[in-house]
């Protein structure tokens, strides 16, 4: 048998009973050393208990390791020569190091301590750590404190020009330098001014050490979790913001410095001095830095000529002049209109004054005279940017920040050179065109009620890419602010309607037999030859038969331009494409009611149209245009049909650079909004209503064209958007004064305008749009538009019935013509004398004689006559209609409902 597994002796004494004992008193383990081998004084209880001899020394040693706790014990010796602890495996300190004697200079693990207890850290280890880290930190605050200097606010008071350049390369303009900051001397800057920025912005200027320690945590917290940093919370971080120009990196490093030249610029410079400097580097919007510029560019006077209602309003610039401008900022952002950057901007002005009043810097008496807005002026002065310039550079800044590459207070520094889509010779003719119009019709010295206020707005844009090429905003830049191709708030009236008859294609009608929800399987898609009414007063019914009616359950008659009922009595059905080339209302309000409203509007944003522009979509109307749509976005959703339903989102821009390089490159982005097969027969469509149509004014010979006439209720506005492969163009005419002084402006009626009855969009529009075009295309090969495939079923194509031997209605008829209960008491009678057409109706005058047409197509349909009208003009009763009873066919009673600019909340 090996070693290891030999027996020890046995006692001489006591045999194996005791030998037993012996064994189950000794130390708890596998095996039971014998008594006495351990060292322990419990083993020796007498001469009997002597120590065992052992088979071998390593038996030895096993018994001495069994009976020990572990290979070393602390502070003594046991079997073997090895150290054990005092009183053996029992006593304090079993199974680890015993204290050496020699003191550790960081306890730590703690020495002394058993268990978890050797982890936590006593408290002379924790005081002694945190002294000596904020020691630390008082010396690195020390030495950063030391290192930074105060800025020279001089050093930053020039900005470079942005150099913008025609899609050639060749330069459009430079522009951003001129409007260099402005500095005066605090004694030229008023004490209304001063104190509407320290009441408004640091009410504690002249007693704080500059900075604010909250502001600079929730700062530093917000760049931590990368959040939008912040601006400095004192007076005294605001300038030595503006005053360190050169570095505007957003990161916690430069905060870090920011707040150390604030502490520093609180110290050694004084509080006068700190304020003048703030008050001439602030940027106060329209390019202005300083309160020189500010007072200039706002109310052409000096800054030291200010009142303190100016002073208050200028205060309000400081919070970003993008949302506080009365001029607006909708091609930054489409919640910044006009209308609700004046509200912002009084209701901070008067929150100032009243703060002014209450921490004693102004009288109640001189309080009192500042409740309205101050006047300001336009915000273009720089020759520079007259004529059509100033537009295209506000689209193209605009699309630079809306890429999120350059903030709009980098872009006003300067030094970027921005390459355009912008065309010059299609910018050219286009301002042409329009100017033809102006000089040989629009006389307003000759019909001064006519004539006034008279506007056009235009844009161009390839259907490949949706790069715009060119636009007209307008007379003049430095005139009129408004860029008439971003955004005017005219309705589009029937040009809206092939986005009715794309949905009809794409999507097909429902059936009547089954819920509203119907997949596309369960509709029927629309060929052009099927069948719609196109009587006038038309009762509009809901896809499954029954009447539609409001929430108050009043019923919809849609009337036709002139009351004229088309097609053949007594059910007066005609084609989809006959209904198109005469702009049937009836006929496409009841198919958008087949179709569904919801994949109407579907359709329109999917062609490119802003879901914000779009209005009504819950009522019949909504197919006849009372949505306010963009020049450039309706320019650009028709492309969508010249592209055979490929969606490429317009753009100004396409590249970026600075001293660095390039910042900013645009790529094509393009999706399918219809198969080639929808668009390409909407196409072949609005062939027709050029070819023989309401659109015949803007055929060009030898080209294919594609367009639509509209024209909206009350006659305050008219358009043509129409297409050829390579290009198309919106063009959209009305008036609509741009007079500050003129407190509530809303779109004027243009019965009589330019000497003619009544503007159509078969009129000035589609005249502007074809001399445009001619020159536009000028040298460029004549393409044709691609042939289309047949699609869907002809539906409601049920034979008619036999007419009546009876000269008098059927009963149904009669409640066609006559509907109850009777008209709103609010429709206004015609004069008997001279005679004129009876009145539209508005759209919420339910049941009138004939519906209201309600934003539809009022003179497209009948293109005869020297002006293109059919009908006498109306008297000057002839003020109903639209979608609310104003006759124009908007949302919002003032016939200004805001379209939204090009670029939207995604750019």
């Known amino acids: 048998m090996s070693e290891h597994r030999r027996k020890p002796p046995q006692p001489?004494?006591?045999?194996?009973?005791?030998a037993r004992r012996g064994q189950s008193g000794s130390s708890s383990g596998r095996r039971a050393a014998p008594r006495g081998a351990t060292g322990s004084p419990s083993g020796s209880y007498g001469p009997e208990d002597e120590e065992r001899p052992y088979g071998s020394r390593a038996e030895a040693r096993r018994a001495a390791q069994r009976s020990g706790g572990g290979r070393r014990n602390a502070a003594g010796h046991g079997p073997g020569g090895r150290r054990t602890t005092p009183g053996g495996p029992a006593g304090p300190g079993r199974g680890?190091?015993?204290?050496?004697?020699?003191?550790?200079?960081?306890?730590?693990?703690?020495?002394?301590?058993?268990?978890?207890?050797?982890?936590?850290?006593?408290?002379?280890?924790?005081?002694?750590?945190?002294?000596?880290?904020?020691?630390?930190?008082?010396?690195?605050?020390?030495?950063?404190?030391?290192?930074?200097?105060?800025?020279?606010?001089?050093?930053t008071a020039t900005a470079q020009n942005n150099v913008y350049y025609w899609s050639d390369g060749s330069q459009m303009v430079a522009t951003g330098g001129e409007r260099n900051r402005q500095s005066v001397d605090l004694a030229q800057i008023p004490k209304d001014m001063r104190n509407a920025v320290i009441s408004q912005e640091n009410k504690t200027f002249y007693s704080d050490s500059g900075i604010d320690p909250k502001g600079i945590a929730r700062a530093?917290?917000?760049?931590?979790?990368?959040?939008?940093?912040?601006?400095?919370?004192?007076?005294?971080?605001?300038?030595?913001?503006?005053?360190?120009?050169?570095?505007?990196?957003?990161?916690?490093?430069?905060?870090?410095?920011?707040?150390?030249?604030?502490?520093?610029?609180?110290?050694?410079?004084?509080?006068?001095?700190?304020?003048?400097?703030?008050?001439?580097?602030?940027?106060?919007?329209?390019?202005?830095?300083?309160i020189q510029a500010a007072a200039r560019a706002y109310f052409n006077v000096d800054a030291v000529d200010l009142n303190a209602g100016q002073s208050a309003f200028l205060s309000a610039m400081l919070k970003g002049a993008t949302y506080y401008d009365p001029a607006g900022a909708t091609s930054i952002d489409p919640a910044a209109t006009p209308e609700a950057n004046k509200e912002r901007a009084k209701r901070q002005m008067q929150d100032t004054l009243d703060k002014m009043v209450e921490y004693g810097h102004l009288s109640e008496e001189d309080r009192a005279k500042h409740t309205e807005l101050p006047a300001v002026q336009n915000p273009r002065s720089n020759s520079q940017l007259g004529g059509q310039i100033g537009y295209l550079v506000d689209l193209a800044k605009a699309a630079v920040i809306k890429t999120g590459k350059?903030?709009?207070?980098?872009?006003?520094?300067?030094?970027?050179?921005?390459?355009?889509?912008?065309?010059?010779?299609?910018?050219?003719?286009?301002?042409?065109?329009?100017?033809?119009?102006?000089?040989?019709?629009?006389?307003?010295?000759?019909?001064?009620?006519?004539?006034?206020?008279?506007?056009?707005?235009?844009?161009?844009?390839?259907?490949?890419?949706?790069?715009?090429?060119?636009?007209?905003?307008?007379?003049?830049?430095?005139?009129?602010?408004?860029?008439?191709?971003?955004?005017?708030?005219?309705?589009?009236?029937?040009?809206?309607?092939?986005?009715v008859l794309a949905a009809a294609m794409n999507w097909g009608v429902r059936d009547p037999d089954l819920g509203p929800d119907q997949s596309k399987s369960e509709r029927t898609i629309v060929s052009p030859k099927s069948l719609y009414s196109g009587k006038n007063d038309l009762k509009i019914k809901n896809y499954d038969g029954t009447i539609w009616k409001n929430e108050d359950g009043e019923q919809w008659l849609q009337e036709n331009d002139g009351k004229e009922s088309l097609g053949d009595p007594p059910d007066y059905k005609i084609d989809i494409r006959?209904?198109?080339?005469?702009?049937?209302?009836?006929?496409?309000?009841?198919?958008?009611?087949?179709?569904?409203?919801?994949?109407?509007?579907?359709?329109?944003?999917?062609?490119?149209?802003?879901?914000?522009?779009l209005a009504g979509a819950g009522y019949p109307s909504f197919s006849i245009g009372v949505s306010s749509p963009s020049a450039i976005r309706m320019a650009d959703a028709y492309a969508t049909f010249a592209a055979s339903g490929k969606q490429s989102e317009p753009y100004s821009v396409t590249k970026v650079t600075n001293k660095d390089g390039t910042v900013y490159t645009h790529t094509v982005k393009s999706e399918r909004a219809f198969t080639a097969q929808v668009a390409d027969n909407v196409t072949d469509i609005l062939k027709t209503v050029v070819e023989e149509g309401t659109g015949t004014a803007a055929q060009l010979p030898g080209r294919d064209v594609a367009g639509k006439t509209g024209t909206t209720d009350g006659n305050k506005s008219a358009w043509f958007v129409g297409y050829t492969p390579q290009l198309s163009t919106a063009i959209s005419m009305f008036r609509y004064p741009d007079d500050e002084s003129v407190k509530k402006r809303e779109f004027l009626e243009m019965y009589g305008t330019g000497d003619q009855k009544k503007i159509h969009g078969a009129s000035f529009p589609s005249e502007i749009w074809k001399d445009y075009m001619e020159d536009a295309l000028k040298g460029t090969k004549a393409e044709k538009f691609p042939k289309p495939e047949p699609i869907g079923e002809v539906v409601n194509d049920t034979p008619p019935p036999s007419p009546s031997p009876s000269p008098s209605p059927s009963t149904s008829e009669t409640e066609e013509a006559s509907p109850s209960p009777s008209p709103s008491p609010?429709?206004?009678?015609?004069?008997?004398?001279?005679?004129?057409?009876?009145?539209?109706?508005?759209?919420?005058?339910?049941?009138?004689?004939?519906?209201?047409?309600?934003?539809?197509?009022?003179?497209?349909?009948?293109?005869?006559?020297?002006?293109?009208?059919?009908?006498?003009?109306?008297?000057?009763?002839?003020?109903?209609?639209?979608?609310?009873?104003?006759?124009?066919?908007?949302?919002?009673?003032?016939?200004?409902?805001?379209?939204?600019?090009?670029?939207?909340?995604?750019?």
């Open 578 to 613: 006959e209904a198109m080339r005469q702009s049937s209302n009836s006929a496409f309000v009841q198919l958008g009611m087949d179709v569904g409203l919801d994949k109407v509007k579907e359709s329109a944003i999917g062609a490119g149209l802003l879901e914000g522009s």
């Open 96 to 155: 680890r190091a015993a204290p050496s004697g020699k003191k550790r200079v960081i306890d730590y693990p703690r020495r002394d301590k058993d268990g978890w207890q050797r982890w936590v850290p006593s408290w002379k280890l924790v005081s002694g750590l945190c002294i000596a880290f904020f020691g630390t930190m008082v010396t690195a605050a020390g030495i950063a404190y030391a290192m930074v200097g105060v800025p020279v606010l001089a050093e």
């Open 826 to 907: 609010s429709r206004t009678e015609t004069s008997p004398s001279p005679p004129a057409p009876s009145p539209s109706c508005g759209m919420w005058e339910w049941n009138c004689d004939n519906g209201g047409d309600d934003g539809g197509d009022n003179g497209d349909e009948d293109p005869g006559g020297p002006d293109g009208s059919g009908s006498p003009s109306p008297t000057s009763s002839e003020t109903e209609g639209g979608g609310d009873g104003d006759g124009d066919g908007d949302w919002n009673g003032n016939g200004n409902g805001q379209g939204g600019p090009i670029w939207g909340q995604n750019g």
């Open 220 to 290: 530093v917290f917000n760049m931590a979790r990368g959040g939008d940093t912040q601006g400095g919370s004192t007076i005294t971080q605001q300038y030595v913001k503006n005053a360190m120009l050169n570095d505007q990196s957003q990161t916690i490093s430069r905060k870090v410095k920011e707040i150390f030249v604030s502490m520093k610029v609180g110290t050694e410079v004084s509080k006068d001095d700190i304020l003048e400097g703030y008050l001439n580097s602030a940027y106060y919007g329209r390019g202005s830095y300083g």
């Open 406 to 499: 350059v903030t709009e207070k980098q872009l006003e520094r300067g030094g970027y050179s921005i390459h355009t889509t912008f065309e010059k010779k299609k910018v050219d003719d286009l301002e042409a065109a329009v100017q033809k119009v102006y000089k040989e019709n629009i006389d307003p010295k000759k019909r001064p009620d006519k004539d006034t206020h008279v506007q056009f707005g235009g844009a161009s844009v390839d259907p490949e890419t949706g790069a715009i090429k060119a636009v007209y905003g307008g007379q003049d830049a430095t005139k009129h602010f408004t860029n008439n191709a971003d955004v005017t708030g005219a309705q589009v009236g029937s040009t809206f309607k092939p986005f």
């Open 12 to 18: 001489q004494g006591g045999g194996r009973a005791a």
